[in-house]
């Protein structure tokens, strides 16, 4: 990847321009049966879109808290570089009361209501779908993005060294945390067109770093599972094999 980059917005940028049709997040649920699999063109889009959302729909601005109450899943991967991509700082599982805005997933709405700001919503569902019934104060997700656009350009320009994530009391700038990234990815030893598979859930750094951060950084890919105890006996290895990972986290 660019040694140039620092913020993952600009890791995302990076592997658009060196390889947009490889796979970036492939994600499993074993509780649904769900498997859905981004290249880094699909995936970059989707932040793009959100991106927009944000910033436009939301009136979003660099330095505002944006509380993700979401659990380890692809659009939760999305968020957080949409996030970067404002200058918006991503607190993960934050206090919503304290927030400028929140996004929260189906289980978490009554939390994420304590919010003064706006407020987004999403099901979670497989293929990205909607509420049956939108939630009363939120607004639908999966019903505001598809009308975005598909480029994004940022209103003001986002500082590297200003703070991006904050996750289980820890803060990050843009800066630290590729930092950060990259040396995890050298720990794990992934390279280009290395597949991780992670289980951990995006509550740590390092289930964040693993699901997302570390192989955007190393130019690899990320097998996300969430519910992995659902499989059945020789699951794993099955799955091991048919996705060619390479490394894993659990």
């Not at 289980?199 to 699901?211: I, K, M, V």
Request: hydrophobic share 45%; proline share 7%.
């Amino acid at each position: 990847m660019n040694a140039n980059d620092r913020t993952p917005a600009d890791l995302l940028r990076s592997a658009l321009a060196a390889d947009p049709a490889r796979p970036l997040v492939t994600y499993y649920d074993d509780a649904t049966g769900e498997r859905v699999e981004l290249s880094v063109a699909t995936f970059a889009n989707w932040v793009a879109k959100t991106a927009n959302l944000l910033q436009g729909e939301l009136s979003a601005e660099p330095g505002d808290r944006l509380a993700l109450l979401l659990p380890a899943h692809w659009q939760t991967a999305v968020w957080l570089l949409a996030c970067s991509s404002v200058g918006v700082v991503a607190d993960v599982g934050g206090d919503p009361a304290t927030a400028d805005l929140v996004v929260s997933g189906p289980d978490t709405l009554d939390a994420a209501r304590a919010c003064s700001g706006e407020r987004v919503a999403l099901a979670l569902r497989p293929l990205g779908g909607r509420f049956p019934q939108p939630p009363e104060g939120f607004a639908d997700y999966a019903v505001e993005v598809p009308s975005q656009g598909d480029r994004f350009a940022a209103y003001a320009p986002v500082d590297p060294d200003e703070p991006a994530l904050a996750i289980a009391g820890l803060e990050l700038t843009g800066a630290e945390l590729v930092e950060r990234a990259r040396a995890d990815a050298a720990e794990l030893g992934l390279a280009p067109g290395s597949r991780l598979l992670s289980a951990l859930p995006y509550d740590t750094w390092d289930g964040l770093s693993a699901g997302l951060y570390a192989p955007l950084a190393a130019g690899a890919s990320v097998v996300l599972c969430r519910h992995l105890d659902r499989l059945g006996e020789g699951g794993l290895e099955k799955r091991i094999e048919s996705e060619r990972v390479t490394a894993t986290a659990r």
